[in-house]
Nanobody
Framework: QVQLVESGGGLVQPGGSLRLSCAAS????????MGWYRQAPGNQRELVAT??????TNYAVSVKDRFTISGDNKNTVYLQMNSLKPEDTAVYYC?????????WGQGTQVTVSS
């Protein structure tokens, strides 16, 4: 199994930045892929960004060139979010794809508002 704990959410003004962290219970390079998803009220959960153990990244069109997914050499994945917009407001979830199963963190709230 993989346990995931997110942190770093909060309230930020439009145009501001936040960095989310996801601490995994396993070395991230032992996990096939990790990613960030988000869910706004009334909406389905959607993909934000993913990163494979080989370092290949993928982004939703809506966040490309504003968000960056990265990892340290141990057990933490980050989501750097710049130029935040009100429509980025959502609960952000960390995800791990490990041995054919998906694991989720508890989520962290990001609110973009003036």
């Amino acid at each position: 199994q993989v346990q995931l704990v997110e942190s770093g959410g909060g309230l930020v003004q439009p145009g501001g930045s936040l960095r989310l962290s996801c601490a995994a219970s396993r070395n991230i390079f032992s996990i096939n892929a990790m990613g960030w998803y988000r869910q706004a009220p009334g909406n389905q959960r959607e993909l934000v960004a993913t990163m494979t153990s080989g370092g290949t990244t993928n982004y939703a069109v809506s966040v490309k060139d504003r968000f960056t997914i990265s990892g340290d050499n141990k057990n933490t994945v980050y989501l750097q979010m710049n130029s935040l917009k009100p429509e980025d407001t959502a609960v952000y979830y960390c995800n791990a794809d490990w041995r054919g199963f998906f694991y989720w963190g508890q989520g962290t709230q990001v609110t973009v508002s003036s």
